[in-house]
């Protein structure tokens, strides 16, 4: 019976194995981020930025619904910096006592305001291409911050002869080129609190940054652990070899 089924697992092992359909993708250069490695931590000044940009430029049509303004924590602001950022949105609350919704101020405990009230609203306003939720965008891409970043920069003139539908852009680094998504930045299309230079690649990191930190933010605090671990676990193996030597000493 095994022997029977044997080239139908043959079978489903190539299949599988095979290496995807050329999708047309271009391995993005790798990068280094501040993050990175075992002692690897997030630069809150880059955080800060790239939240700007995110604000400024990318919410307009990317929503982030895991997060809530409260979480701007881990990017070093303070309470009340996090109040006033809520409340420059408005959101919809309710029932009250007459049953009906009202809009009020966001508060810090509430999520991320959504750009598009459903994903048709979204479809109908970006030519029928739906702008992902970018909450886990750096965990969901194959070689995440580095494709991000890539992305964001690699807006190019088509080849010679290639013609895109309207409304769709050529980048190198997008699967099949065209994309739905016009270059979303462009130099100086946000003026830095800190003074940094706002060109496309200071902002493409910056942004990929916090995209990355708002996948993970408790990132440190992991990395944190694993050290204590390892450290834990080096000391105790010293422990218990020192044991083992007295045990066994009268035998030897
Ligand atoms: C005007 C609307 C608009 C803005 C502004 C915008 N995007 Fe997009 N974005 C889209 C659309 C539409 C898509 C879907 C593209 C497609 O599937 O062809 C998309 C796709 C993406 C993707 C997914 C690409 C993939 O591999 O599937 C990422 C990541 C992304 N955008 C990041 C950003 C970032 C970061 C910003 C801000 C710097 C931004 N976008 C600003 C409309 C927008």
């Not at 809150?44 to 924590?73: D, E, I, T």
């Amino acid at each position: 019976m095994y022997k029977k089924s044997l080239p139908l697992v043959l079978a489903a092992l190539v299949a599988f194995s095979a290496p995807a359909p050329a999708a047309e993708s271009v391995a993005p250069p790798k990068q280094h981020w501040h993050h990175q490695g075992v002692f690897g931590t997030y630069d809150k000044a880059s955080l800060q930025r790239g939240f700007q940009v995110y604000k400024q430029v990318c919410s307009a049509c990317h929503g982030m619904k895991l997060l809530s303004y409260r979480n701007l924590a881990g990017l070093g602001y303070n309470e009340d910096e996090i109040k006033a950022i809520a409340a420059e949105y408005t959101v919809v609350d309710g029932p009250n006592d007459d049953g009906d919704m009202f809009e009020r101020a966001a508060r810090p405990a509430d999520r991320f305001k959504a750009p598009f009230a459903n994903d048709k609203a979204a479809r109908a306003a970006n030519g029928g291409a739906l702008p992902p939720d970018l909450s886990l965008v750096v965990k969901a891409r194959h070689n995440h911050e580095d494709y991000i970043f890539a992305l964001l920069t690699g807006y190019q003139n088509p080849p010679a002869g290639e013609e895109g539908l309207p409304g769709m852009s050529w980048n190198k680094y997008f699967a099949g080129h065209w994309i739905s998504m016009a270059p979303p930045l462009v130099e100086g299309a946000v003026s830095y609190a800190d003074g940094t230079d706002a060109s496309v690649e200071q902002m493409a990191k910056d942004v990929t940054q916090f995209l990355a930190w708002a996948g993970e933010p408790h990132m440190e605090e992991r990395k944190k652990m694993g050290i204590k671990v390892m450290l834990f676990m080096f000391v105790f193996a010293g422990i218990m070899l020192a044991a083992k030597r007295k045990v066994w000493a009268a035998v030897h």
